[in-house]
Every structure is written in C-alpha cells, then in structure tokens.
T-cell receptor, first 114, second 111 residues
C-alpha cells in the first residue's frame, strides 16, 4: 500500500516555465489537497478537492491550477513559474466522513524557481 | 491568514528531558491534530483530539484539547534523539472545514 505518492521529488525551473507536480493516492480517499511549506509559515493550503470533478481554492491559490478527473490523481500545475513559488509542496488525502480531517501526506516535492 | 500560533518556534532538547509546546487560536476549533515532520518527509499524524478537555497519549506523547477549545498542548516525556523534527498543530475552525496548520515548533538536539 503506497499511500500518497508525489513526483518529482526535486525540480528546478526557470521563471516563466510551466510544470505539473503529480500526486496519486491508492487509499480511495475522496478528499485531496495541496499545501506549500515555507520557513516559519507552516503549511498553507493551495487547492483542495472533495471528490472527482470538484475542486476549490485554499488560502494561497494564485499561480496554481488543479483538476481532479479521477479519485486517485490530483495534479498541481504551475502555468508560469515565479521565484515566489520556490517552496516544498505536499499533497495530502483523507477519507470523507469520520476521519475526514486526518490527512495522509506525501513525501513532498521541492521546487526551486530561478 | 494563519489562525494558529504555536510556541515556542524552536526548542533544544537533551535526552531524557520532558518538553512541552502549545498551540493557540483566535477562533474555536472542533478538532485538534498534532503532526510530526521528520527531515525530508511529509508530516505524520501523532494524536487527534475531538472533545474539549480530552487528554490523549501515544507512547511518550500526551496531548490535551483545551477547555476553551482555543488551545491545545503537546508534551513529550523522556525525550530521545529521534524526537527531533517539526511538530505542527492543526485543526478545522468551527466555522469552516478546511484544515489550518500552525507555524510549527522545531525540536533540535542540544549540542
């Protein structure tokens, strides 16, 4: 049982480039989310999804797009990377109902934008 | 913006010591969660609290859900080197359902 798998683990981009961070979970969780982690800021919610076909914005959505075509996958897209998006990104998932707030996190994707 | 304040922001531990950290909020929370993040990994759930006044243990870790529902505490007894990491509190505010995280308490080993 792999849990939440994120790829790539490391990525370096130039300003203006685009890329997609992949996230997949094999626990049949309905809820999936993306967070970014910056020093002293904790984890801030970027986008989340309560099920396939449904997405919504979190606290810091600007510059990021998401889609949820299947229960398993929740990719995060950066259309035009900026240095302010240099961060560590975490994907997380949880079931609905009891335990809905108990997130399982991936190992993270460290992104550097030059 | 961020609603949870964790203190201290960082602390040094010596093996065998008991350590405490806390988390306070400006709004009421229905659930308090404590996560630990090891270097290079994602956060892992340590303890979940669901009721005001609840005291729950997980091995050497003990967490409490404050009576006012605006704070929570985490204690680590007889600390060991592998307790090093970042500890996050988190919870969904009563008025919403998105999980909010505190800024974290970084636990380091005394040189």
């Amino acid at each position: 049982n792999a849990g939440v798998t994120q790829t790539p683990k490391f990525q370096v981009l130039k300003t203006g480039q685009s890329m997609t961070l992949q996230c997949a979970q094999d626990m049949n969780h309905e809820y999936m989310s993306w967070y970014r982690q910056d020093p002293g800021m904790g984890l801030r919610l970027i986008h989340y999804s309560v099920g396939a076909g449904i997405t919504d914005q979190g606290e810091v959505p600007n510059g990021y797009n998401v889609s949820r075509s299947t229960t398993e996958d929740f990719p995060l897209r950066l259309l035009s990377a900026a240095p302010s998006q240099t961060s560590v990104y975490f994907c997380a998932s949880s079931p609905s109902g009891p335990g809905a707030n108990v997130l399982t996190f991936g190992a993270g994707s460290r992104l550097t934008v030059l | 913006g961020q609603q949870l304040n964790q203190s201290p922001q960082s602390m040094f531990i010596q093996e065998g010591e008991d350590v405490s950290m806390n988390c306070t909020s400006s709004s009421i929370f229905n659930t308090w969660l404590w996560y630990k993040q090891d270097p290079g990994e994602g956060p892992v759930l340590l303890i979940a609290l669901y009721k005001a006044g609840e005291l729950t243990s997980n091995g050497r870790l003990t967490a409490q859900f404050g009576i006012t529902r605006k704070d929570s505490f985490l204690n680590i007894s007889a600390s060991i080197p592998s307790d090093v990491g970042i500890y996050f509190c988190a919870g969904p505010p009563a008025a919403g359902n998105k999980l909010t995280f505190g800024g974290g308490t970084r636990v380091l080993v005394k040189p």
